[in-house]
């Protein structure tokens, strides 16, 4: 808590519930989109490990396909 903000408790539970919802969704639709996109993910790292980095034309590549 800092003193400098003067919200009551409500509103930062509010806040704080807010943001956790927030979160929680993006967790959510990361998750989906990853599990969706695997074996692109997949090739992603196996040309990562190959190469260190990837260019841009190389990830257009793996992802176009």
């Known amino acids: 808590y800092d003193p400098r903000y003067k919200f009551s408790e409500a509103i930062r539970d509010q806040a ?8 929680s969704e993006q967790l959510r639709a990361v998750t989906k989109y990853l599990q ?4 692109k993910v997949k090739q992603i790292a196996e040309m ?9 034309e190389d990830l257009k590549g793996l992802i176009i396909k």
């Not at 704080?16 to 979160?23: H, R």
């Not at 969706?36 to 074996?39: A, T």
């Open 16 to 23: 704080d519930k807010a943001i956790q919802q927030i979160i």
């Open 36 to 39: 969706e996109n695997e074996e």
């Open 48 to 56: 990562l490990v190959e190469k260190e980095t990837i260019n841009n």
